[in-house]
């Protein structure tokens, strides 16, 4: 991929929920939410403080993260579906 994000900016990708329930319900496509979790594909140097300080990112590409629902700008780079969003709309790191 040729983009690079600027600032406190991270490109992520939607990870898929499951297909059926836990109970063997199958989910279709028509009443799936969108999914809340993604990997970071590649995340901008950081932001600037009043010092002119850069201050590093906490997300690095590669982790799983969670996400608000109607977070972030969704576009298509290289033909793949992605999600542009500051690093303050990720909610936290998934373990």
Same mark, same amino acid.
């Given at each position: 991929?040729?983009?690079?994000?600027?600032?406190?900016?991270?490109?992520?990708?939607?990870?898929?929920?499951?297909?059926?329930?836990?109970? =063997?319900? &199958?989910? $279709?496509?028509? #009443? @799936?939410?969108?999914?809340?979790?993604?990997?970071?594909?590649?995340? %901008?140097?950081g *932001?600037?403080?009043?010092? =002119?300080? &850069?201050? $590093?990112?906490? #997300? @690095?590409?590669?982790?799983?993260?969670?996400?608000?629902?109607?977070? %972030?700008?969704? *576009?298509?780079?290289?033909?793949?579906?992605?999600?542009?969003?500051k690093?303050?709309?990720?909610?936290?790191?998934?373990?």
């Amino acid at each position: 991929m040729k983009f690079r994000p600027l600032h406190d900016r991270v490109v992520l990708r939607r990870i898929e929920g499951e297909e059926k329930t836990k109970g =063997g319900i &199958i989910i $279709p496509d028509t #009443v @799936k939410e969108k999914p809340q979790e993604g990997e970071v594909v590649a995340a %901008g140097p950081g *932001v600037r403080d009043e010092a =002119g300080k &850069i201050n $590093p990112l906490e #997300v @690095k590409a590669g982790d799983r993260v969670l996400f608000g629902k109607w977070s %972030g700008t969704e *576009v298509k780079i290289d033909g793949q579906d992605l999600l542009i969003m500051k690093e303050s709309d990720i909610l936290g790191i998934v373990a």
